[in-house]
């Protein structure tokens, strides 16, 4: 999914990109599906020292993605625009502003680190 329709600039550095993937699925009717993205840097002060850093950049990479799906189905073409709307409406008023937190980023890479782990067979520290 390309097709950026909304960028949400936090003040703790993130950016969440809204995606547009709506489809026509039967007639007059379409699935409204919007994919909330968000990439965390993998950043060093997350960790107690420099081996666990250097151990999760081995595991993660340099950054992590946060995604979303979101749809409605059966949306007449006439209110597409307004189903995308309420949607993003919903993102904002329910997620939003945990996304928009300062301890967002540490927790989302940390997330991610542990399923990592756990994906990998290895313990947690």
Known sequence: MDNCIRKFEL?????VIVN??????YEDYH????EFVCEALVLPEYFDNEDLFSNARALLGES???????????????????????LINGFEESALHYFSS???PRKLVLSELSKARGKSGLRRC
Not at 11 to 15: E, Q
């Open 31 to 34: 699935l409204v599906r919007l």
């Open 102 to 104: 300062g301890g967002f």
């Open 11 to 15: 003040s703790n550095g993130l950016t």
């Open 64 to 86: 992590v993605v946060y995604r979303r799906l979101v749809e409605r189905m059966g949306v007449p073409y006439g209110e597409i625009e307004a189903a995308r709307e309420g």
């Open 20 to 25: 547009d993937a709506t489809r026509r699925y």
